[in-house]
């Protein structure tokens, strides 16, 4: 095992770690104050970024031989399925505003709050990127993605559980009511009727997330060096 595989490994565990370490409320909490909220969220992008840098650059030196299994031919073209929804929830979730966003907790005031794609889940960004790193890792099969698509994954699952306990500590009722019309999972408040479906507020998002699927799929291949299809 080469040497950028344990630089991988390690950069990756700092990415979640330090992304759910800096966003605690406690460690949030000392650093706003000493900060300001503008200094906190500068502090935490610059981490992000860096750690990020250290992840894309271990990866792209990790040997790709090291297979924890050999992925056939339907899972190396898994991703051709998943991306479409993946891209859609992160479409919607750029289109659409989010009360747990940063500087958005407003939007919990509003007649219907959940709107769009948060309909299908109150976390349609960290579902994307979850969609988006499992099915590259099962597409991949490789230690070297293991390290780095998983750190992705913990980062959205684990830190989007943290961010439902957070807005419900700092927001109370207002989130609660929510909380109670959304859900963590997708469909989960559509299947349970406490949502329903609309097609007019998910077309944006829809057109959005194939648009940008259409491009990475004709550009993957020189972006990344990998032809996905």
Same mark, same amino acid.
């Given at each position: 095992?080469? #040497?950028?595989? @344990? *630089?991988? %490994?390690?950069? #990756?565990? *700092?990415?979640?770690?330090?992304?759910?370490?800096? #966003?605690?409320?406690?460690?949030?909490?000392?650093?706003?104050?000493?900060?300001?909220?503008?200094?906190?969220? %500068? *502090?935490?992008?610059?981490?992000?970024?860096?750690?990020?840098?250290?992840?894309?650059?271990?990866?792209?030196?990790?040997?790709?031989? *090291?297979?924890?299994?050999?992925?056939?031919?339907?899972?190396?073209?898994?991703?051709?399925?998943?991306?479409?929804?993946?891209?859609?929830?992160?479409?919607?979730?750029?289109?659409?505003?989010?009360?747990?966003?940063?500087?958005?907790?407003?939007?919990?005031?509003?007649?219907?709050?959940?709107?769009?794609?948060?309909?299908?889940?109150?976390?349609?960004?960290?579902?994307?990127?979850?969609?988006?790193?499992?099915?590259?890792?099962?597409?991949?099969?490789?230690?070297?993605?293991?390290? /780095? /698509?998983?750190?992705?994954?913990?980062?959205?699952?684990?830190?989007?559980?943290?961010?439902?306990?957070?807005?419900?500590? %700092?927001?109370?009722?207002? @989130?609660?009511?929510?909380?109670?019309?959304?859900?963590?999972?997708?469909?989960?408040?559509?299947?349970?009727?406490?949502?329903? @479906?609309?097609?007019?507020?998910?077309?944006?998002?829809?057109? @959005?997330?194939?648009?940008?699927?259409?491009?990475?799929?004709?550009?993957?291949? /020189?972006?990344?060096?990998?032809?996905?299809?």
């Amino acid at each position: 095992m080469n #040497s950028a595989l @344990w *630089v991988m %490994g390690l950069a #990756s565990a *700092v990415f979640v770690i330090s992304h759910l370490g800096l #966003s605690g409320a406690a460690v949030r909490g000392r650093l706003v104050d000493r900060l300001g909220e503008k200094g906190f969220l %500068g *502090v935490y992008s610059l981490v992000a970024l860096l750690v990020l840098g250290a992840m894309i650059a271990a990866y792209s030196q990790s040997s790709h031989t *090291v297979f924890l299994w050999v992925p056939g031919h339907g899972l190396r073209h898994l991703p051709l399925l998943v991306m479409p929804v993946a891209l859609t929830l992160i479409a919607g979730a750029l289109l659409t505003p989010n009360p747990s966003a940063v500087g958005m907790s407003a939007a919990l005031d509003q007649a219907e709050p959940a709107r769009g794609v948060l309909r299908v889940t109150r976390h349609p960004m960290m579902w994307g990127v979850t969609l988006w790193a499992a099915s590259h890792i099962l597409a991949n099969g490789d230690l070297a993605s293991l390290l /780095f /698509f998983g750190g992705f994954l913990l980062t959205a699952l684990l830190g989007s559980l943290h961010l439902d306990r957070r807005m419900a500590d %700092g927001q109370g009722e207002r @989130w609660q009511l929510f909380d109670a019309a959304t859900s963590y999972l997708p469909f989960g408040a559509l299947l349970g009727g406490r949502q329903r @479906w609309s097609w007019s507020e998910l077309r944006r998002p829809a057109l @959005w997330g194939l648009g940008a699927f259409i491009l990475l799929l004709l550009l993957h291949p /020189f972006l990344f060096g990998v032809r996905p299809y």
